[in-house]
């Protein structure tokens, strides 16, 4: 007879410690599932109330009549986070001056629908969407053109569209500002100037304001070539005359007249220096199968010309940014049009152009800036005399011109510029460089 071996007493023998932990794990499992529960609930409902927040947020800033940039600065923190850092990135990505000429743009496009001009809005916004759509961005041209078509029904909410994503850029919050500023009302200005009475304002210009004067004087002069100590003496100048005649004025509205008068005299002498460089051509043009004497092409003959290797690449760049001026929108239509602008508004001359066909492009180009030079001269004038860019509650005189209570800048504007800007090329003409054989041309 075989022995059995020891019995195994924990075969189907019932283990209540097994028990106990399997309950436990299932309370757990339990309170658990109701933790995650009740924080998906607590997301779900701190959610809401921040979309209630943002659309609470929305609804103040639309139907707020007067919006500061405060303003606008808390709208923009409603905007999606992933289109904030794609407009950022594309920002960041653009070299600085392709930077500047984006802030600009948004400035010029801010003045004029802060101005209540939708058409000329409407133009800028427009010629940017077509741009922008060749480059292949038409995401970006068709939010450009809706602002433009919402121009022309309300300048007001093409504006609160426009600005929050401005503001969400590196340096828009500070354009915003300037262009802000000088929209300011009548009675905040009087109201300066009665502070000013008492607690000694009226110095024309701060250290902050001076500096950035002179960091503007060194970025101007390098980037058209232009001599930096006489464009300081000629902004001075004009500086000088305004504080004569104009009344104490706040600093954000003094720096906006400040920033016009630095813009329309380096655009004065950039107009001078193109209408040089077209006289000097002009000697070339029988020499060589292209007219450009010692030189082999257009870009070895500008560089000769001004002593700077990157002269051709800097002009057009400043081509570009002249001809998406305002001062360029307000041309006249039609075949009035001057006719070296004419030529100049088809394009920056290619690498095969002869000397004669460059030289009629300069005078164009030289126009084109004393046009510049004319519009920034009105608006250094206009926010001098009325304290912002709205319509003057009284008749007003800017630059020699009477202007009645109750007119637009632009209306303004659009009479003055040919006349101002003739003028302009006239004085370069004179002035010791033989520019008179070019006059009335």
């Not at 029904?153 to 500023?181: C, D, F, N, Q, W």
């Not at 009087?190 to 000694?200: H, R, W, Y």
């Not at 655009?267 to 082999?296: H, W």
Request: hydrophobic residues 40%.
């Amino acid at each position: 007879m075989t022995m059995a071996g020891p019995f195994d007493y924990t075969i189907q023998t019932f283990d209540p410690s097994a028990k106990f932990l399997t309950g436990v794990d299932q309370s757990f499992a339990l309170q658990e599932a109701q933790r995650q529960r009740m924080a998906a609930e607590a997301q779900a409902r701190a959610e809401a109330e921040r979309q209630a927040q943002v659309q609470q947020v929305q609804r103040d800033f639309f139907a707020n009549k007067n919006p500061s940039v405060m303003d606008v600065i808390k709208f923009s923190t409603t905007l999606p986070p992933e289109m904030v850092k794609s407009l950022n990135d594309q920002f960041s990505s653009l070299p600085k001056e392709a930077q500047s000429q984006e802030l600009r743009f948004g400035g010029q496009v801010m003045s004029a629908l802060m101005g209540g001009d939708g058409k000329v809005a409407k133009d800028v916004l427009f010629e940017r969407a077509a741009a922008e759509r060749n480059s292949g961005n038409e995401e970006k041209a068709k939010y450009l053109e809706l602002i433009g078509q919402s121009a022309e029904i309300s300048t007001e909410r093409a504006g609160k569209m426009l600005a929050p994503v401005v503001a969400v850029i590196p340096g828009g919050k500070e354009m915003l500002e300037a262009a802000y500023a000088a929209q300011k009302a009548p009675f905040e200005m009087q109201k300066a100037k009665g502070e000013a009475a008492t607690a000694g304002y009226g110095v024309r210009k701060t250290q902050a304001d001076i500096a950035n004067i002179e960091s503007q004087i060194a970025e101007r002069a390098a980037r058209i070539g232009i001599d930096a100590d006489r464009l300081q003496s000629e902004y001075q100048a004009k500086a000088d005359e305004l504080a004569q005649k104009g009344a104490n004025l706040p600093e954000s509205s003094q720096k906006v007249v400040n920033e016009a008068a630095m813009a329309s005299t380096s655009a004065s002498q950039s107009a001078g220096q193109m209408l040089s460089l077209a006289d000097n051509l002009e000697k070339l043009a029988k020499q060589g199968s292209t007219g450009y004497g010692a030189a082999s092409s257009m870009a070895e003959w500008w560089a000769r010309s001004t002593g700077n290797q990157d002269a051709l690449s800097m002009a057009r760049g400043e081509y570009e940014r002249v001809r998406n001026s305002a001062a360029l929108k307000m041309l006249p239509p039609g075949p009035a049009t001057d006719k070296d602008i004419a030529l100049a508004m088809k394009g920056f001359p290619p690498e095969t152009a002869d000397a004669k066909y460059l030289a009629q492009f300069l005078r164009g180009m030289a126009k084109m800036s004393a046009r510049e030079a004319a519009y920034e001269n009105a608006r250094s004038e206009w926010v001098n005399e009325v304290g912002f860019m709205g319509k003057p509650k009284r008749d007003i005189e800017v630059d020699g011109v009477k202007v009645a209570a109750g007119t637009t800048f632009p209306s303004f504007a659009s009479k003055y510029l040919d006349t101002k800007a003739k003028s302009i090329v006239s004085d370069r003409m004179i002035s010791g460089r033989g520019y008179m054989k070019h006059a009335g041309q």
